[in-house]
């Protein structure tokens, strides 16, 4: 029997093949790459989201999601509908994370007819070899990845929607809680707290002055020395009594060399970033926001002008725990450490980085795409913090493959009767991997001059110099040691670090003065709130756990329902305890000496989303 032929009906006037991405930046960078026979159009980000004004969950029928078009969103739907009705195919090209995938589900389910052709291509830099190949070999949606993300915003909804009418009821209206920035709220709270019931104590530091005995009547040079020990036991000093007493005593004794150590150290450059290190480096040695620096990232990674050869994607994707990088980015670092340093400032022994247990190996390390040119090649055509980013990456890449550095560390011991002073220092011997920092600004080389001493020389004492001390409270969160601290707890992913800063400050419980975050007093109000009735939503535990479970549903090990309904139970149960206890908890309402010019009573305090009025 005569087996049918299948033919495939084409559609009238096709066009061109239709790629979507999220932003105009890069989809000017792949429109340069792919040529005149692709399309390429942005999405402008979700355009499929939760509504915003009620729950949006069908509790009753396995937490299925009421999915509807964003505010403001419908217009660039409806363009890309009209150009997907007369491509040839369609090719969905969203960043190679949860919201990526998910961004090129919902378009997917936006745009599909019966005959439409969806292919899902995914790259880690914006390069023409990374482009092609993606496109040479796409592959389909990966439905782990989306039901990851489909479950973290149903959590996300859960909490916030549940928790937020509490906090109107007993504060103010407009509050919010979430699932993750509550946690970053509680520990800025904790760490306040801590430096409230601080209780600075005094103490003191001696050192020598001293120098080698002059027997020509030379001037030798003078060098310091701390005193670390007494009798053999490391020495406290309490008081200023305490200091007279040592000082009286030390004064009649001898300085002796007692031993002399000079060892080789290594200092060994460090991994190429990560997005929780960039954000810490670029904060300590830029000034920036972990919002300001993913956004400058953001951009690198898009595509920046670069006068005739067009939009150039400089750094790969931005968002990832992985410190891998290709051969070929590798082989690239090689030819130019070679070129321009020589072969001794390459690595003898390549060393191979390891991510933190759970990290996302698909992705790369945060590198320069084109690792052979340095930052002052095209240091005209960035702004000012695009260089400023774009060098630190390039730097901390370049110097993950040169070879370590090499200190001498000299330590000198003086005894003075049962008294032991250290005198050290360091010299640089080979600067290896620092070679690329010009500014040398990751040396922790000690320039202290010690002379050349011997074991039993007498030395001068020429003064000794007490200095009082107190000890210091914690310090106050930053940007950079909060994204460290919600790394170190499994608090929050790549992604999301520098949203949850930005989200707690934007709404007032959380304010930056200087450098540091001090929580508002809005901001200790909420967290006391959600302490009491709600103990899971700001435990880091209880989150880092979570955040565990949705990795897991992204690598296909559980079910995102069961996830969902593993937290739900339990949570509706405390939400309905919650609500009863708080029942018979009035508004705190604070009386005030000043009187209303109006009805003459005294006014009272109460809360807005910026704060306390009146």
């Not at 504060?171 to 993750?180: D, M, Q």
């Not at 005198?423 to 202290?448: H, N």
Request: proline share 4%.
């Amino acid at each position: 029997m005569a087996v049918k032929k299948k033919t495939t009906k084409t559609k009238k006037n096709l066009s061109k093949f239709l790629v979507i991405v999220e932003s105009p930046a890069k989809s000017k960078t792949i429109n340069k790459i792919l040529g005149k026979n692709f399309k390429v159009l942005a999405s402008m980000g979700h355009i499929i989201d939760l509504p915003v004004d009620r729950m949006g969950i069908d509790f009753e029928n396995g937490f299925k999601p009421e999915y509807m078009v964003m505010k403001g969103r419908k217009k660039y739907l409806n363009s890309l509908k009209k150009e997907a009705k007369t491509a040839s195919a369609i090719y969905l090209a969203a960043d190679p994370d949860r919201e990526g995938e998910a961004i090129c589900w919902h378009l997917k389910n936006s745009l599909a007819k019966k005959d439409t052709t969806f292919h899902r291509v995914s790259f880690g830099e914006i390069t023409e070899k990374a482009v092609k190949a993606a496109f040479l070999h796409p592959g389909e949606l990966d439905m782990n990845k989306i039901n990851a993300q489909k479950a973290r915003r149903i959590l996300d909804r859960i909490v916030g929607y549940s928790l937020s009418p509490l906090l109107w009821r007993k504060i103010t209206r407009g509050l919010s809680a979430g699932r993750v920035q509550s946690v970053a709220v509680m520990l800025i709270v904790r760490r306040e707290e801590e430096i409230r019931r601080f209780k600075s104590e005094e103490y003191w530091s001696i050192e020598a002055l001293l120098s080698k005995k002059n027997q020509k009547d030379e001037v030798s040079p003078e060098f310091n020395a701390r005193l670390v020990k007494y009798k053999g036991e490391k020495i406290d000093i309490p008081d200023e009594e305490t200091v007279k007493e040592i000082v009286s005593n030390v004064e009649k004794e001898e300085f002796k060399v007692a031993d002399i150590s000079r060892k080789d150290k290594k200092s060994y450059p460090r991994a190429p970033y990560i997005t929780s290190a960039l954000q810490q480096d670029a904060f300590n040695k830029l000034n920036f926001s972990a919002n300001k620096t993913m956004r400058i990232a953001q951009s690198l990674y898009e595509g920046i002008d670069l006068g005739e050869e067009g939009s150039v994607g400089l750094i790969t994707y931005m968002r990832t725990d992985s410190v891998r990088v290709s051969l070929d980015a590798a082989d690239d670092a090689k030819k130019y450490i070679l070129s321009e340093y020589g072969e001794k400032y390459y690595a003898k022994k390549q060393v191979q980085y390891k991510s933190k247990k759970g990290a996302q190996e698909a992705h790369e390390a945060i590198r320069p795409t084109l690792p052979l040119r340095p930052p002052d090649e095209i240091a005209g055509m960035l702004s000012v913090d695009e260089l400023k980013l774009y060098s630190l990456i390039w730097k901390r890449f370049i110097a993950s493959q040169m070879e370590n550095a090499l200190f001498s560390v000299l330590t000198v011991n003086i005894s003075a009767g049962d008294y032991r002073f250290r005198a050290g220092g360091s010299q640089l011997i080979f600067d290896g991997f620092l070679k690329v920092y010009k500014g040398m600004d990751d040396i922790t080389e000690d320039d202290s001059e010690i002379p050349d001493l011997t074991v039993g020389e007498i030395v001068d004492l020429k003064e000794l110099v007490p200095e009082q001390h107190f000890t210091k409270p914690p310090a106050r969160y930053t940007d950079a040691s909060l994204v460290k601290i919600l790394e170190e707890k499994g608090i929050g992913r790549p992604s999301t670090y520098a949203p949850i800063i930005r989200t707690v400050i934007n709404r007032n419980y959380i304010q930056r003065k200087g450098k540091a975050l001090h929580p508002t007093e809005l901001g200790e109000l909420v967290n006391g709130l959600l302490l009491e009735n709600f103990p899971d939503v700001v435990d880091e535990e209880f989150t880092a756990k979570m955040e565990t479970e949705l990795d897991n549903i992204e690598d296909g090990k559980i079910k995102w329902v069961e996830v969902l309904k593993n937290f739900y139970l339990p949570f509706t149960k405390k939400l309905e305890e919650a609500k009863e206890r708080m029942r018979n908890v009035k508004r705190q309402v604070v009386t005030t000496d000043e009187i209303c010019d109006k009805c003459g009573k005294p006014m009272v305090i109460k809360w807005g989303r910026r704060g306390r009025f009146l």
